[in-house]
Nanobody
């Protein structure tokens, strides 16, 4: 499994960005992108990973953490093996690197952050005040 994020950058507070994550490969259990649960996480230096958004493969339902609810939207295009994260009304505290995560086990949980062992290399988002 390979996950490659793009779209990060330096923006001002209140601006918007769209992050993309292109996936390739097959999980160890044989599953491919269209049957993976996908998530976006971020991790500030010295802090634990926080899953901020996710989307289930089976019904397309999405999850958002309280910190981004109403400002971020995640979506997926299975034909392109791509996951997106639209970030709006950005705040300085949205600054950490953002990572794309995948889980093929079908037992992942966004709230407990269970699963999602696969990570991309990350894309940096920097929001200036």
């Amino acid at each position: 499994v390979e996950l490659v994020e793009s779209g990060g950058g330096l923006v001002q507070a209140g601006d918007s960005l769209r992050l993309s994550c292109t996936a390739s490969g097959r999980a160890a259990n044989g599953r491919t992108f269209e049957t993976w649960d996908m998530a976006w996480s971020r991790q500030a230096p010295g802090k634990e990973r926080e899953i901020v958004a996710g989307i289930k493969w089976e019904d397309g339902s999405s999850y958002y953490s309280e910190s981004v609810q109403g400002r971020f939207i995640t979506s997926r295009d299975n034909a392109k093996n791509t996951l997106y994260l639209q970030l709006t009304s950005l705040k300085p505290e949205d600054t950490p690197a953002y990572y794309c995560n995948s889980d093929s086990s079908q037992f992942s949980d966004f709230r407990t952050q269970s699963g999602f062992a696969e990570w991309g290399q990350g894309t940096q988002v920097t929001v200036s005040s």
